[in-house]
Structures are given as C-alpha cells and as structure tokens.
C-alpha cells in the first residue's frame, strides 16, 4: 500500500461543473518531502485540483492518490494522512486560538498523550504562543493565517495542501511562513498555491504552472524558464552615449538590442538592458567588447535571470494563443518528461562582472 | 462513532459561550411568559374547564414554529457559508457524525428551554395552592410530547440547513417543513373527503399524522407508543436525508 517514493500521484485528472470544464486531464507527482508550487490565474483550477486531493470534491474522472491510496475510494484512510488549509482560510469566529487547535488535534485522531505537547509545538513553530488565548475572530489577519497554517501541520501529516497561505500576510510573516515551509522539506510533502511568484520561487522544489485545467508548464524555476524564455538579458551600469552602445552591440551580434535604459545617476552611470532572442550565450564576447570600448566606462555588467512573472505569462499567454489540438499534443510533453526540457540543453547562468 | 462526543462538546461549548444563546433563551422565556401570563388570566376571570396547565400544552405549536427554525438554521448553511465546514470535512470524521452533534447539540438546547418553562407551572401550583388544581400527569404528559415531537421538529431543521449556504433559506424552509407537519397534518383528515369512500388504513394513517390529536392525548396524561414511533421514525428519515445531503455536497463518507 505505501508508496515510498511518490506521496501524491495525480492521473489524468478531469473535473467538470456543469458545462465548465474546471481541470481538465492534470497529471504529476510529488516526490516525499518535495515542496510544490501550484501556479495559475485565478480561476485556472488550482483549488479544484487540491480540493479533489482533499477528497472535499471528487473528480469527474481520473486517478489521484496520496501515499498510493487512492482519494476516491479510500477518503477516510487519506485524512489521515493529510493537513489542509483551505482558500480564505476559514476558521470558527467564536473560540479562542489553543481552544480551537484542542478541538482540531482530537478530531485529527493525535494520541491524548501527545496533544499537549503537539500543541505546543505548532504555537511555538507559528509564533502564536502570545495569541493563544486570544479570539481568533478578533485576531488580525496575520494571525489568523498562522492558526490556519497550526492547524494544517498539527498533525504532523505525510502530505499538507494549502491553497494561498501567504495571502494578506506582512513581509516579516511571510518570511517566517517561508522558513516554516522550509523547514517541513524532506520530512513532509507540502503543495501550496500562491500569487506571490518569487515567495514560490523562494520556497518550491517544483512548479507547476495551471491555466484552463491544465498544466501549461512544469519542473525547477531554472527549467522552467529554459521551456518558457527564449530571450538573454544582460544588465549593465555604463556612462557613455546610448548610439556608441548600440554601435559596440552591432559589431557583437547584429540582433542585440537595448531593451531599456534608464536615466543616469548623479555620476552618469545608468543601468541598461541589453537583450538578445535565443538562448545564446554572449556574456564574455560582449564584456571583452565593452570594455575595450574606449567611449564606454562599465562599472557592472551581468547575466539578469527572467523573473518567474515572465515565465508565469509566457505559460499562460502560450496556453491562451494556442489551439486547443495544439495544447493537447503539447501539454503531455511539458507535464511527462520535465527531466527532457532539463536535459534538452543545460546552460549555466553565468554571471561576470 | 468516536468523534461524535468530540464534535458534540465543541458545538454545546460554541452555544455556551454565545452570547446570543442566553439572549434567545431570556426572549424565549419573556414569550412564553406572557402566554401563560394570559392564560392565567382567562382562568381567573372565568372558571375554565381545564386546568392552566392544560391550555398550555394546546398552544404549544405556536413556539415550535418560530423556535425551530432558529435553533436549527445556522447549523450546517453557516458552516457552509463561512468555508468550515471544508477544514471540517477534511479531517477523519463522516458525515453521520456532524449531522447527529448537529441534532443533538440543537436538541439539547430546545430541551434545556422547554425545561425552563416548567418553572411556570411549579410558581403556578405554589401560589394557587389548590390541591384540585394539582394534577402532575398532564403536565409531565405535554413535556414527554414536547421532548419526542422536538426529535421531529428539530430533525427537519437539520434537514433545512444541510441542502443550502444561506441561513435564511434554510429557516425558512424548516418553517414550511414545520408548519406543513404540523398544520397539514392535523387536517389531513378533512382532505380524505375527496375519496368517496376511504379505506380503513387511509383514515387510520390520517389519524396518526394528525400532531395535535397527539398532543391532545399526552397533555391529557394519555401516553400513546404510536406517537413514538410517528416522530422516531420521521425523525432519523429526514436525519438520514440530511446525511445524505452533506455527502452530497461536502463529497465525504
């Protein structure tokens, strides 16, 4: 029954609401202690997906297991095994925050033993011993997402889902939010779905990208953006005329453009963009260049990773332009063999300068 | 079964530390009250041929319209319309057990109220102190009926608050629900004139729906077993459907 290497495993997964075709044929796995981001506009069926996983809606049609016991005909035996935080966090009003986490250790089936002490442990991993005994409803928003956050790992599950966890949370929550999700790789498998792109960026092992229920891209960030951006940045601070550049870019490579350039500062250094299509690498050749150039002075040059937002819209927008048949043939490819696209051609982010 | 004591707890504990709990509870009091109040009355003013007690019970329909559909409209449609009821399904628990703490938690309350009003009859019987006046079995004859109709009445409540999110549908559901079993019923026999000639079983199942000739017999210290089984019977139906609701739509076993 255990399934050592694959905690959650989802086959071809279709849900449909009516006409609305919500997830339509999601498959992937998740490794043990793996931390996956679900990426997606809203309404893509990301809650939909982890609500099924849930066993809190079944699928139309499709498999999913979690530590190979399948959700639809075993819901009992994978509640066990799961922690769920679901969207909006919903949490009853009226009790006090250590009175609600008792509650939810003894419906979670933790031996009476070691209530207490588990308990203990979650307010002290979210920060919330000070508001323990407080109200949850006139808890701020913060806390009450850690009590969401508490509840979900109370029960020390093999596998925890929470859909948008960081929402409305300060930048000091959303940092010890991180390290608590941090903290939890390698013991526990842990999916969460959220808009801020560098927080998943930060914390995930593996993205999956989610646009018309289905999966438009999957894997690390790096392979990601090897699938998804077919351009090379370079980002350098220089003082000099913009036509001299263009000139000495010329002579690198006929197409390499200045993409942006900003305003100079109060030494006349200003930061420009230097973009070329395809993945070529230039930087040393273009460096070399500059440098020797004698009416440029570069004080920094480097290689600029696209930001995970462009990779997001490069998904999606690829997803919206393309026909469905097309979609059909290309999906399988990108969400089957993400170690493919890895090995497709692995190129080293070089950074000079 | 074992979380059903758990859950049990958490929602009486959820009612106790409300406090809109004791503000219905002292609303409740002041309107039953004041019926008795008027009844008392009546009976001083014209000698009546029952006793207070008695007229009571007869009018023991009027509270179960409105006190039921409050006591039972929050229950599931809340938890719906707030998203707990997805933390709740999510955890090892079924659905049996959330529709029954639901029920009984509600129950326990209405009989907790019910009990209350007993108060009433005990100030009665001790400033009247008319020995002819005392008689007890009417009186423990209304609560028992009181105690099993409410398994019914209470049941449909439930079954009102698991098919929707919205509170207010669902209370007003239960008050139709209610209001149907109660009025319906006790005229079902006028409708059986639309049979020429009505078969036995007819009149006789007419006769046991009939919820006031029910009361009647208990405030009259008649206790009749086929009211039981009336209400027992219709009571886990519309609990089984509302079980069945939530798996419906909550998607749990």
């Known amino acids: ?353 | 079964m074992r979380h059903f004591f758990t859950l049990l707890r958490n929602e009486l504990w959820k009612l106790l530390i409300n406090p809109g709990t004791y503000i219905a509870a002292f609303l409740f009091l002041l309107i039953i009250g004041f019926f008795f109040q008027a009844i008392l009355n009546e009976f001083a003013k014209n000698p009546q041929d029952e006793s207070p007690s008695v007229t009571f019970f007869r009018l023991w329909f009027v509270p179960i319209f409105f006190m039921v559909p409050l006591l039972t409209m929050k229950s599931i449609a809340e938890e719906r319309n707030s998203g707990t009821i997805e933390t709740l399904m999510t955890t090892p628990i079924t659905a049996t057990e959330v529709i029954l703490s639901k029920f009984f938690a509600s129950y326990i309350y209405y009989l907790a109220l019910w009990l209350f009003t007993g108060s009433f009859h005990v100030l009665f019987f001790t400033f009247a102190r008319d020995p002819d006046l005392f008689d007890p079995y009417p009186i423990f004859g209304g609560y028992l009926y009181l105690a099993v109709s409410g398994t019914l009445f209470l049941s449909l409540g439930i079954f009102a608050s698991s098919m929707t999110r919205s509170q207010l549908i669902a209370g007003i559901v239960a008050f139709s629900l209610v209001f149907a079993f109660i009025v319906l019923g006790s005229n079902l026999s006028e409708m059986t004139i639309i049979l020429e000639n009505p078969p036995l079983w007819v009149e006789s199942l007419v006769e046991h729906a009939d919820v006031m000739k029910h009361m009647l017999d208990f405030s009259s210290g008649v206790i009749d077993t086929r009211a039981f089984f009336l209400f027992g019977s219709c009571a886990a139906a519309f609990l089984f459907m509302s079980i069945l609701m939530l798996e419906y739509r909550e998607g749990a076993c």
């Open chain 1, 1 to 353: 029954m255990e399934s050592p290497e694959y905690t959650i495993e989802v086959e071809n997964l279709h849900k449909r609401y009516g006409k609305l075709q919500a997830v339509n044929g999601i498959s992937f796995k998740v490794a043990k202690g793996e931390i996956v981001g679900f990426l997606g506009p809203n309404g893509a069926g990301k809650s939909t997906t982890m609500r099924i996983l849930t066993g809190y809606s079944q699928a139309t049609s499709g498999i999913a297991r979690i530590c190979g016991v399948a959700v639809a005909c075993h819901p009992h035996e994978i509640k066990r095994r799961i922690g769920y935080m679901p969207e909006n966090n919903p949490l009853p009003q009226e009790l006090r925050v250590k009175e609600y986490l008792k509650w939810r250790a003894k419906l979670k089936e933790i031996p009476a033993k070691e209530r207490k002490r588990r308990i203990e442990q979650v307010l002290q991993r979210c920060d919330l011993e000070r508001a323990q005994n407080r109200i949850i409803g006139k808890l701020s928003k913060g806390f009450r997402q850690r009590v969401g956050i508490a509840d979900a790992i109370l029960a020390n599950p093999e596998v925890i889902i929470m859909d948008e966890p960081t929402i409305g949370l300060d930048p000091h929550q959303v940092i010890l939010i991180r390290d608590l999700i941090s903290r939890l790789r390698g013991k526990m498998s842990v999916i969460i779905s959220s808009h801020i792109l560098p927080e998943i960026e930060m914390s995930c092992d593996q993205i999956i990208i989610i646009n018309h229920g289905k999966i438009v891209g999957k894997g690390t960030p790096g392979e990601l953006r090897q699938t998804f951006i077919n351009f090379t940045t370079y980002e350098l601070e220089m003082n000099g005329k913009p036509t001299d550049l263009s000139e000495a870019l010329k002579q690198v490579a006929p197409d390499m453009k200045i993409e942006n350039i900003a305003e100079p500062d109060d030494k006349g250094f200003s930061n420009v963009e230097i973009r070329i299509k395809g993945k070529r690498d230039y930087g040393e050749i273009l460096f070399d260049r500059l440098a020797n150039n004698p009416s440029l002075r570069v004080r920094s040059f480097k290689r600029k990773e696209a930001p995970l937002e462009e990779v997001f819209l490069a998904a999606t927008r690829r997803s919206w332009e393309t026909v469905e048949s097309d979609l059909a043939q290309e999906s399988p490819e990108n969400s089957d063999t993400p170690k493919e696209v890895e090995s497709e051609e692995e190129r080293p982010v070089k950074v000079v300068g």
